[in-house]
């Protein structure tokens, strides 16, 4: 049986890349992953041989080529229905949080691009970014339920979708509510997504963004 084919771009940047990396660690699926780096001379030939979608993250299984992250996820929730909620109200809950993050909030993803290795240090925002950084704790104290340290409880999906916005906000300084920032820390705090911090601080590509 082949395995698993994750295919990724740099662990320093890839935010979208991070999400179904992660499902798959608390997924417990075995996959193998294959870096692509970003912003090459050979980075679209390489995209577009592994990719219908001309983007990474792709999926690579035994019967599908998936190239959407959240897709990719709902692929793993097929198999391993306890990333998301069991509860019906919290599930739906997770599925509307984690759409709404995969279609908004461009101003955040625009002005603080992922970068892991970045020293935390405050930049100006503009309005857009400031509103949907109060958007994004809004929504958090709107949709939380459960028990426990995550979002829905135990963690689910909509934790991976929100662990790259975590390490935005860590990255550029930003002044978060006391909730939010206690949800936030705890997702910086998971072993798996440090596992992937620590690969990228082993990265040695760079964007051109960088200071």
Known sequence: MKPLLLHIGN???SSWSLRPWLVL????????????????EMTRTQI????????????H?????IWDSLAICEWV????????PAD????ARARSAVAYMH???????????????????????????????????????????GDGPYLFGRWSIADAFFTPVAARFH???IQLHPAAQNYCDTLLADSDFLAWKADAARETFRYSFDS
């Open 48 to 59: 577009n041989d592994v990719s219908v979608g001309g983007t990474v993250p792709a999926l």
């Open 88 to 91: 019906e109200t919290a599930r």
């Open 11 to 13: 662990k320093r940047y």
């Open 171 to 173: 990255s550029y300084d």
């Open 61 to 65: 299984t035994q019967k599908a080529q």
């Open 77 to 84: 929730a097929e198999q391993v229905p306890e990333v998301w």
């Open 103 to 145: 279609a908004s909030f461009f101003a955040l993803i625009n002005t603080c691009p992922m970068d892991l290795c970045r020293e935390p240090e405050a930049i100006k925002l503009d309005d857009a970014t400031r509103n949907d950084i109060a958007t994004m704790q809004a929504m958090w104290q709107q949709v939380q339920c």
């Open 25 to 40: 660690r608390k997924a417990g699926l075995a996959f193998e992953e294959i870096m692509i780096p970003l912003d090459t």
